[in-house]
């Protein structure tokens, strides 16, 4: 399965952003879905899972309340809406699949599929 993801990019501290990932091959609608975040000298942050029938979602706590994450398995998406972005939100965000089990998984270790990353700046 390959990932694509988009929807990155430039917006002032309270604003909005929604990143898509769409897949292609593979049996998406098993999957659970992930997204994560990097900075520069830092380690991959996981941000949100769902799992494979979208039923179950965990967030990091730094962005409970603000971001929400869903999935379509018809068109074969995962979504983040992300609001009330802060500045501590500018990061790549990568979106992820784990292909086997079907456990929503923090740990980045347990995702076997990776998109390209997106890059969101949220300026002060």
């Known amino acids: 399965v390959q990932l694509q993801a988009s929807g990155g990019g430039l917006v002032q501290t309270g604003g909005a952003l929604r990143l898509s990932c769409t897949a292609s091959g593979g049996t998406f609608r098993t999957y659970v879905m992930g997204w994560f975040r990097q900075t520069p000298g830092k380690e991959r942050e996981f941000v949100a899972a769902?799992?494979?029938?979208?039923?179950?979602?965990d967030y990091v706590c730094s962005v409970k309340g603000r971001f929400t994450i869903s999935r379509d398995n018809v068109k074969n998406a995962v979504y983040l809406q992300m609001n009330s972005l802060q500045p501590d939100d500018t990061a790549v965000y990568y979106c992820?699949?784990?292909?086997?089990?079907?456990?929503?998984?923090?740990?980045?270790?347990?995702?076997?599929?990776w998109g390209q990353g997106t890059l969101v700046t949220v300026s002060s």
């Open positions: 992820a699949a784990k292909t086997t089990g079907g456990s929503t998984e923090r740990d980045y270790s347990y995702y076997d599929r």
């Open positions: 769902i799992s494979w029938p979208g039923t179950k979602t």
